[in-house]
């Protein structure tokens, strides 16, 4: 029934040898854990402590998760959830084709990256937060962007590079930010988003501690690929959250290939969330593809977080079904292992499992396809049909402070000059 | 002579005499200097202790991180007492990681603080270029003005004495070729106290280049300095000393040494014109210009590398503007062009020293000083 749920149909571990394999490797992890092998000193009151308290986060879920897989599954979402739930990964599959199709025709350009066959990851995490909790992406943000609640109007703006897109067309697709949906970016450098959004959550805590504001306490997530758990400013970073106990969950989407390195490759230990407790942290691994686990984990992770308990690093193992971008022939991937992750797609696993439980019926799924095409399909349209930026706007927001441009000859703070929002001052 | 105590100094660190010693020379030397009424002195360290003190006090949001500014009172003494007065929680002592905080300070302006990040030296913040590059100067425009970075980089840049080389770079012209920086390098404690204050309320990256030598170096102050809302603005150069035969630029320590060489030309007939660059970006082209329309004679003084430094880029902001106006070739001292050797005397050859300003502004001034070697 759930079957295509249930903890032991997971990913294949491509090399990993699993002590127990008929236990899931989200159990895997725990016991791996327990098994820790201690240094040779004798571990203080402290030390076991603070390995209990590693292995709460796994212990809760996996108490979760064997009494959903017994009973039925009306314990994991209400039909409104779930309907949420598709809407939102229908919306982000549609959306990425849509850009596709668009940037073959010309309209879309540069580097654009997406997100096909990671929804699951998106829509498990960023439905759980509030409209003040933060995200911080990479390159691989439209999704992001979309889960948070920015209109779809304004991101394929954005992406077409017209005036009314989210930046008026000064990011582009690498360049997703949102002041009012609280989206910090976009970041087309691997790690960078990881210290900005370290820094999101040490504003949290500081307003909360430093400037008393009692209701401050934001989340933020980072959400970041497996090529990025080898460079430098994520270790820094899982210290520094841990150490301060900062109100932040690092999301690794795994999805095994960075362009064309595999994550194999490139990774002495490629098994991520033991990074975690290296700086004691909770470490969890979860199966990627399957929403509700996600969602699950994630629940957790984020109140904690919210509780003041600090950081926890979260595998999410997944796949992209396109490649690393449109302008990537994709030509080192094993086409067996593509069709083995399409037949996983986390869009028709949520639809078997809602219509397999009774959640709902065909033609409500039906109903929802439609109304996400029309959505997307006006997002082009109001995109075709917006205009350019003006020549003037290559001047502005390169500061907040508009002095910051200086003194003209004229003697005058250039930002007086009434040409130079016309485009036409000397510059 | 003051070089010779500078140098003492640097290397012998400070005892009670020696800056007895200085505190006189810099009191005959400020009767020479065009300062309003002078009532007090002040190190540029005491000064940026207090600018940070006054803005911390005056704002909940600011905050200091980096390493060592807390309980070891900063590792130039700058943040002394702070940890103390302001607790744990806003001066923030950090790992060793340039990369991590630098980045978490950018997170937390994205959020509505105001971070003062502190690099222990510029070279450092090489580790940590990718932030304030990429995710603070350029922030502004990628959102469109949706999310500002009001922070502020600051710490010790250029030559200090015998740390050898990679200890030793001068990051004006790097810094200050990036859109959406402002960089500032102040020399006395006056520009110390108005810029840091103006950085800190400042709604844009700041890069705030001090100069090592410069902290324990005392200025005259004036009692509209000292006051808690003095403010300098940014982008405004200030002509330290007026002349009408040759412009000399210079920014930090060089104005100091580019007035002792006005001093030296003045005997001989040469009336110099200092410029106080103190905003590297946005520069004053305005009075650079206008200044050199005046005397119609060019010299830029830097310690950095001199391929496409901060003095190419004015003299080719002054041929570009005020060709006209130039009666000989506009000319640039910069540091040598080696990475800074660590013997003594090397040192002193890496970098531009007084008798070298005052060749230049005799060449300039086509008193027949052959042109020097170039080193």
């Known amino acids: 029934m759930s079957s295509a749920f249930s903890a032991i149909n997971t990913i294949q571990p491509l090399h990993r040898t699993i002590d127990n394999p008929s236990v899931s490797p989200f159990l895997g992890s725990t016991h791996k854990l327990r098994s820790f092998p201690a240094c040779n000193r004798a571990p203080s009151a402290s030390w076991i402590r603070r390995r209990f308290s590693i292995v709460a986060v796994s212990d809760v879920v996996k108490q979760q998760k064997t009494k959903s897989g017994s009973s039925l599954s009306n314990l994991l979402i209400t039909k409104e959830e779930g309907l949420e739930l598709y809407e939102d990964m229908v919306l982000g599959r549609s959306f990425e084709d849509m850009c596709a199709q668009m940037y073959y025709r010309g309209k879309m350009f540069g580097f654009v990256h997406l997100y096909n066959g990671q929804e699951a990851v998106s829509t498990g995490f960023i439905k759980l937060l509030t409209k003040e909790d933060c995200i911080v ?12 609640g920015v209109p779809a109007r304004q991101v394929m703006s954005e992406l077409f590079g017209k005036t009314t897109g989210c930046c008026r067309g000064q990011g582009g697709s690498m360049h997703m930010f949102s002041e009012e949906y609280n989206v910090l970016g976009g970041f087309a450098f691997i790690g960078e988003g990881i210290p ?14 430093v400037l008393k504001e009692a209701n401050s306490d934001q989340v933020t997530l980072a959400f970041f690929g497996d090529g990025t758990c080898n460079n430098g400013q994520f270790f820094e970073c899982l210290n520094m959250a841990a150490l301060w106990k900062l109100p932040i969950v690092f999301v ?23 990074k975690g407790p290296a700086f004691g942290m909770p470490g969890v691994h979860i199966d990627g593809m399957d929403v509700l686990k996600v969602r699950e984990v994630a629940k957790e992770a984020v109140e904690r977080a919210r509780r003041g308990e600090g950081p926890t690093l979260i595998e999410c193992e997944t796949y992209r079904f396109r490649g690393h971008s449109l302008a990537d022939p994709d030509e080192l991937r094993d086409p067996a292992e593509k069709a083995h992750y399409a037949t996983r797609d986390p869009i028709a696993a949520l639809k078997k499992y809602m219509i397999e439980n009774k959640l709902v019926n065909e033609a409500e799924l039906k109903a929802i396809d439609k109304k996400i095409d029309e959505v997307v399909e006006d997002a082009v349209e109001f995109a075709d049909a917006s205009p350019h930026p003006v020549r003037s706007q290559l001047l502005e927001n390169v500061f907040a402070d508009p002095k910051g441009f200086g003194i003209g000859p004229d003697g005058r703070y250039r930002c007086e000059d009434p040409k130079f929002t016309e485009g036409t001052a000397h510059v | 002579m003051l070089g010779i105590v500078r140098g003492r100094i640097a290397r012998g660190g400070v005892n009670a005499s020696s800056l007895q010693k200085i505190r006189n020379q810099s009191l005959i030397y400020a009767s020479s200097r065009s300062y309003s009424s002078a009532s007090k002195e002040m190190t540029v360290r005491d000064a940026l202790n207090s600018a940070l003190d006054e803005e911390m006090s005056a ?22 007492g702070l940890l103390e007065k302001y607790g744990p929680e806003r001066v923030v002592d950090t790992p060793i990681t340039e990369a991590g905080f630098a980045g978490i300070g950018v997170g937390a302006a994205y959020h509505g603080l105001r971070p003062v990040v502190e690099f222990m ?8 270029i990718d932030h304030i590059i990429n995710s603070a100067a350029k922030s502004n425009y990628m959102s469109a003005g949706q999310i500002s970075v009001p922070i502020v980089f600051r710490g010790p840049n250029g030559a200090a004495a015998g740390v050898g080389a990679q200890h030793s770079q001068c990051y004006a012209a790097w810094f200050g070729a990036c859109p959406g920086l402002k960089v500032l390098a102040p020399y006395s404690s006056e520009d110390a106290r108005g810029l840091l204050k103006a950085a ?37 150069a200030k002509i330290e000393r007026e002349g009408k035969d040759v412009t000399i630029t210079a920014f930090s320590k060089m104005v100091g040494y580019a007035l002792k060489a006005a001093e030296i030309l003045a005997k001989e007939g040469i009336s ?89 502004a005799k060449r300039a001034c086509y008193r027949s000083v052959p042109m020097a070697a170039t080193a």
């Open chain 2, 59 to 80: 704002d909940p949001k600011v905050f200091v991180m980096g390493e060592e500014v807390g309980e070891y009172q900063g590792a130039y003494k700058i943040s002394k």
């Open chain 1, 196 to 209: 900005v959004s370290t820094g999101a959550a040490f504003t949290s805590k500081y307003r909360r501690e």
């Open chain 2, 272 to 360: 110099a014109e200092v410029i106080n660059l103190r905003s590297i970006r946005p520069l004053d082209r305005s009075t650079i210009n206008a200044s050199v329309r005046k005397t119609n004679r060019l010299i830029t003084v830097e310690e950095g590398f001199p391929q496409h430094g901060v003095g190419a880029e004015i003299c080719a902001c002054v041929v570009e503007e005020s060709f006209e106006y130039l009666d000989a070739p506009v000319e640039r001292i910069a540091g040598a062009d080696v990475p800074m050797p660590y013997a003594a005397n090397l040192e002193r050859m890496a970098v531009p020293q007084i008798e070298d300003i005052v060749r230049a």
């Open chain 1, 252 to 274: 690794v989407e795994n999805n095994l290939w960075a362009i064309g390195m595999s994550h194999l490759r490139a990774t002495s230990d490629p098994e991520i969330w033991k």
């Open chain 1, 137 to 148: 992406s990479t390159y691989r943000d439209h999704v992001h962007a979309l889960s948070k």
């Open chain 2, 121 to 128: 030296t510029f070279n450092f913040s090489m580790q940590a």
């Open chain 2, 200 to 236: 800190i309320r400042d709604p844009d990256p700041v890069v705030f280049l001090e100069n090592e030598l410069l902290y324990g170096e005392s200025f005259p102050i004036s009692a509209e300095v000292l006051d808690s809302s003095f403010c300098l603005p940014i982008g405004k």
